[in-house]
Nanobody
Framework: VQLQASGGGLVQAGGSLRLSCAASGRTFSNYVMGWFRQAPGKEREFVGAINWRDTVYADSVKGRFTISRDNAKNTMFLQMNSLNAEDTGVYYC?????????????????????WGRGTLVTVSS
């Protein structure tokens, strides 16, 4: 599975960005897809994830970020609103190419064998 994240950039605090993650593969609709981020000097952290029917979010982004997917285009999105300086970092999309459906999206990065190269989001205060 190949993943390509895009959409990062520089935005002022309070602004919005939309990230995209394009994936290869024939059974994308079953993939569990996740977003993670890594700020300078910090460990990679979970942002949110989506499976075939559900989404989960980290508490730090709940209510501000929304994950969606377009299975026809093999693409996942991360809509980020009300951005603040703490959201700055490299955002990575990840995938687990399951060929069956699971009840709840994965939240641990160990559960994702495939990763994109990341896209940088910088929020200026």
């Amino acid at each position: 599975v190949q993943l390509q994240a895009s959409g990062g950039g520089l935005v002022q605090a309070g602004g919005s960005l939309r990230l995209s993650c394009a994936a290869s593969g024939r059974t994308f609709s079953n993939y569990v897809m996740g977003w993670f981020r890594q700020a300078p000097g910090k460990e990679r952290e979970f942002v949110g994830a989506i499976n075939w029917r559900d989404t989960v979010y980290a508490d730090s982004v709940k209510g501000r970020f929304t994950i969606s997917r377009d299975n026809a285009k093999n693409t996942m999105f991360l809509q980020m609103n009300s951005l603040n300086a703490e959201d700055t970092g490299v955002y990575y999309c990840a995938a687990n190419n399951l060929d069956y459906r699971i009840a709840r999206p994965y939240t641990n990065y160990h559960q994702y064998p495939y990763w994109g190269r990341g896209t940088l989001v910088t929020v200026s205060s």
